[in-house]
């Protein structure tokens, strides 16, 4: 079982920074009528989305807002940040990683572990996982966790099965080692027999890109779009996220002897409401603890996690301490959990581009 | 069974005042979209605790065999 408990690890802070651009679903034609849209919105809970639109935006600008934002209200010194992680499945290029431009352009050390992390929606799990195993032995002291997705781009705007569903963030989570910190429980788990379920079919190197990658199809009726945009099987998802997302809880629960009832909150992966409640019904937690950003900014990929508890829970963060799980699933198919303390977090308001 | 599953799924599918017989092929409704679909997957994973997996889901027809499927997953548990 892919347990991890990893001490000697402490979050400081996290920020986030999203397009200042709104994409408004109330007004979204894909959705059919009046009528078609209320019932959407009430299903999925998505009203707004801040999207790069085409604004040529990367993820790599919205983390490192975030980023400086971070740094500078922690007061941390860059010279003192050895290790930078960048998760995404938006980067810059196809080469170089885009870890090293972020290296450069926050202006840390040469003396710096970089590194990129190809993963969605499960992204800010894995990717705290990754970075508290990196710092918990102490060399190295302070690390920088970025992430995120300008995943609109991926999305034909002629896809209703997608194009309502997703917003763009990057998010910044400053992680550093104090001897003796309780750290943090993972779960996480993997199934690659369901790679196509989210799929961007061209443009790597098992099928490069052609001519026949721009070709727009109707694939059914509302979902127009081409080879380098993203598919989306929404009901193999939606029944992998009500399985996988609860039976990761538990296990972490059971191995790690934690009373989900003595949690302050649960915070799962944006997907949409009707998913999310239906794993809080499973995990028997009460919706109070369930902290939502869904309606302000859709599904935001890897940045949902720290987006949301900026959102709604930056007060309960800043002062005092709090429990909590963070839980996602998505995209390859992959997922887990995370148990973590904060005690005063540094908070940064949410920023825009 | 078949008769609180019917009146499940017709509030699921907020058809209430229409008549659904186990015979049906429920995605011929006018009211069956993806929608409705993860509602339905929903509402069958709250009240008998079984997940249908896409596969098979895709290939049941009529609500008797979405019937009969819930209950040979029951008692396989």
Same mark, same amino acid.
């Given at each position: 079982?892919?347990?991890?408990?990893?001490?000697?690890?402490?979050?400081? &802070?996290?920020?986030?920074? @999203?397009?200042?651009?709104?994409? %408004?679903?109330?007004?979204? =034609? #894909?959705? $059919?009528? !009046?009528?078609?849209?209320?019932?959407?919105?009430?299903?999925?809970?998505?009203?707004?989305?801040?999207?790069?639109?085409?604004?040529?935006?990367?993820?790599?600008?919205?983390?490192?807002?975030?980023?400086?934002?971070?740094?500078?209200?922690?007061?941390?010194?860059?010279?003192?940040?050895?290790?930078?992680?960048?998760?995404?499945?938006?980067?810059?290029?196809?080469?170089?990683?885009?870890?090293?431009?972020?290296?450069?352009?926050?202006?840390?050390?040469?003396?710096?572990?970089?590194?990129?992390?190809?993963?969605?929606?499960?992204?800010?799990?894995?990717?705290?996982?990754?970075?508290?195993?990196?710092?918990?032995?102490?060399?190295?002291?302070?690390?920088?966790?970025?992430? &995120?997705?300008?995943?609109? @781009?991926?999305?034909?705007?002629? %896809?209703?099965?997608?194009? =309502? #569903?997703? $917003?763009? !963030?990057?998010?910044?989570?400053?992680?550093?080692?104090?001897?003796?910190?309780?750290?943090?429980?993972?779960?996480?788990?993997?199934?690659?027999?369901?790679?196509?379920?989210?799929?961007?079919?061209?443009?790597?190197?098992?099928?490069?890109?052609?001519?026949?990658?721009?070709?727009?199809?109707?694939?059914?009726?509302?979902?127009?779009?081409?080879?380098?945009?993203?598919?989306?099987?929404?009901?193999?998802?939606?029944?992998?996220?009500?399985?996988?997302?609860?039976?990761?809880?538990?296990?972490?629960?059971?191995?790690?002897?934690?009373?989900?009832?003595?949690?302050?909150?649960?915070?799962?992966?944006?997907?949409?409401?009707?998913?999310?409640?239906?794993?809080?019904?499973?995990?028997?937690?009460?919706?109070?603890?369930?902290?939502?950003?869904?309606?302000?900014?859709?599904?935001?990929?890897?940045?949902?996690?720290?987006?949301?508890?900026?959102?709604?829970?930056?007060?309960?963060?800043?002062?005092?301490?709090?429990?909590?799980?963070?839980?996602?699933?998505?995209?390859?198919?992959?997922?887990?959990?995370?148990?973590?303390?904060?005690?005063?977090?540094?908070?940064?308001?949410?920023?825009?581009? | 069974?078949?008769?609180?599953?019917?009146?499940?799924?017709?509030?699921?599918?907020?058809?209430?005042?229409?008549?659904?017989?186990?015979?049906?092929?429920?995605?011929?409704?006018?009211?069956?979209?993806?929608?409705?679909?993860?509602?339905?997957?929903?509402?069958?994973?709250?009240?008998?605790?079984?997940?249908?997996?896409?596969?098979?889901?895709?290939?049941?027809?009529?609500?008797?065999?979405?019937?009969?499927?819930?209950?040979?997953?029951?008692?396989?548990?």
């Amino acid at each position: 079982m892919a347990f991890q408990e990893i001490k000697n690890v402490v979050i400081r &802070g996290m920020a986030a920074c @999203v397009p200042e651009h709104v994409e %408004d679903n109330r007004q979204q =034609p #894909l959705l $059919g009528s !009046a009528e078609d849209i209320a019932r959407f919105i009430e299903n999925t809970s998505i009203i707004r989305r801040h999207t790069v639109g085409n604004s040529g935006i990367c993820t790599s600008d919205l983390c490192f807002t975030a980023a400086q934002q971070l740094i500078n209200e922690l007061g941390w010194q860059k010279a003192e940040i050895d290790c930078l992680l960048f998760v995404t499945q938006t980067p810059d290029y196809q080469l170089p990683s885009t870890a090293c431009i972020l290296q450069e352009r926050l202006g840390l050390p040469t003396e710096c572990f970089a590194m990129q992390i190809s993963l969605g929606c499960s992204g800010w799990v894995y990717g705290l996982s990754t970075i508290a195993s990196l710092i918990c032995n102490g060399q190295f002291k302070k690390g920088l966790l970025l992430v &995120g997705d300008t995943v609109t @781009v991926t999305k034909s705007p002629l %896809d209703k099965s997608t194009f =309502p #569903l997703f $917003g763009d !963030a990057g998010t910044a989570t400053a992680i550093e080692f104090e001897e003796g910190a309780a750290g943090i429980k993972v779960h996480t788990g993997t199934d690659g027999r369901g790679y196509d379920a989210i799929i961007i079919k061209d443009g790597g190197y098992r099928h490069p890109f052609s001519e026949s990658s721009l070709q727009m199809q109707e694939r059914e009726t509302g979902i127009v779009r081409n080879n380098l945009q993203s598919y989306l099987n929404g009901t193999d998802v939606f029944i992998f996220g009500i399985t996988r997302a609860p039976q990761s809880i538990k296990a972490l629960a059971q191995r790690f002897n934690i009373d989900l009832q003595e949690l302050d909150y649960v915070v799962f992966h944006q997907a949409n409401k009707m998913m999310t409640e239906q794993i809080r019904k499973k995990i028997k937690v009460a919706p109070e603890k369930i902290p939502y950003s869904l309606s302000e900014y859709g599904n935001t990929s890897s940045a949902s996690i720290p987006l949301t508890m900026l959102t709604a829970l930056k007060e309960q963060l800043t002062h005092g301490k709090q429990k909590l799980i963070g839980c996602a699933f998505g995209v390859g198919l992959s997922w887990g959990s995370v148990y973590f303390e904060t005690e005063n977090l540094c908070c940064p308001s949410i920023l825009y581009l | 069974m078949t008769e609180r599953f019917i009146q499940l799924f017709k509030e699921t599918l907020e058809m209430e005042d229409k008549d659904v017989q186990p015979s049906d092929a429920f995605r011929e409704y006018e009211e069956w979209d993806s929608l409705g679909q993860l509602s339905l997957i929903a509402m069958i994973d709250e009240e008998y605790d079984v997940v249908i997996e896409g596969k098979p889901f895709m290939e049941i027809k009529t609500i008797g065999e979405l019937i009969k499927t819930i209950e040979q997953l029951k008692s396989a548990l």
